[in-house]
């Protein structure tokens, strides 16, 4: 499985558009880019996930370039319910496969 | 989408004891279920990847011996840790995808989590 890397943490305010960027230089021909989001105490919650170019979903949206080798996710206007922690991953696209969580990006939220 | 439910959401031991997990797919089947644990400002770190009827198969590291996981419906997945002690507090999380699939993609659905504390 590819390795992802993400910045730890990232603050905001409120309002905001927040982009996440995730690096997966290794990611292979038939792998996913998915991402996760997690509140304290909870488990991970499913955002979104693609293939290529770009992916919109009512929660977030998801660019990829062309060489895969990159991911970013977008959050439009974020508010304080957003502060969680956001995971990267690459997953195969075989389907019902382990995931491989990677240390993720703690996003703040502030007013 | 699917709802995965975890059973106790919490629990408080003396070291020495064992503890039992639950973790049920409520309105599905799945035939595959993850079992997590996360320790506090850490990620998920991936125990074993229980299957329907047959053994669990645990990831490098893991103790099979202490961390029993049993699948023996559809629904229902369980870890027991054995002889716990307070190294083994974490976050427990369990996941699992869908059979039918409900999503063209490989989403996965996790449960709450359950919190596991060893005196």
């Known amino acids: 499985l590819a390795k992802t890397t993400q910045p730890i943490s990232m603050d905001s305010y409120e309002g905001q558009e927040v982009n996440i960027t995730c690096s997966h230089n290794?990611?292979?021909?038939?792998?996913?880019i998915t991402w996760y989001q997690q509140f304290p105490s909870q488990g991970p919650r499913f955002i979104i996930q693609?293939?290529?170019t770009k992916v919109t979903n009512e929660v977030a949206s998801l660019f990829i370039p062309a060489d895969r080798k990159s991911s970013t996710l977008s959050l439009p206007r974020v508010s304080l319910s957003d502060t969680a922690v956001y995971y990267c991953?690459?997953?195969?696209?075989?389907?019902?496969?382990?995931?491989?969580f990677g240390t993720g990006t703690q996003l703040k939220v502030e007013l | 989408g699917a709802v995965v439910s975890q059973h106790p959401s919490w629990v408080i031991c003396k070291s020495g004891t064992s503890v039992k997990i639950e973790c049920r797919s409520l309105?599905?089947?799945?035939?595959?279920m993850f079992w997590y644990r996360q320790f506090p400002k850490q990620s998920l770190m991936l125990m074993a990847t229980?299957?329907?009827?047959?053994?669990?198969?645990?990831e490098q590291g893991v103790e099979k011996d202490k961390f029993l996981i049993n699948h023996a419906s559809l629904t229902l997945s369980t870890l027991t840790v054995t002889s716990a002690h307070p190294e083994d507090s974490s976050f427990y999380i369990c996941?699992?995808?869908?059979?039918?699939?409900?999503?063209?993609?490989?989403?996965?659905?996790f449960g709450p989590g359950t919190r596991l504390t060893v005196l």
């Open positions: 996941s699992t995808i869908s059979l039918p699939r409900l999503a063209d993609y490989n989403e996965q659905f």
């Open positions: 309105d599905f089947q799945a035939t595959t």
């Open positions: 229980s299957n329907e009827g047959s053994k669990a198969t645990y």
């Open positions: 290794n990611i292979a021909t038939n792998d996913y």
């Open positions: 991953l690459v997953v195969s696209g075989g389907g019902g496969n382990k995931l491989t």
């Open positions: 693609g293939y290529k």
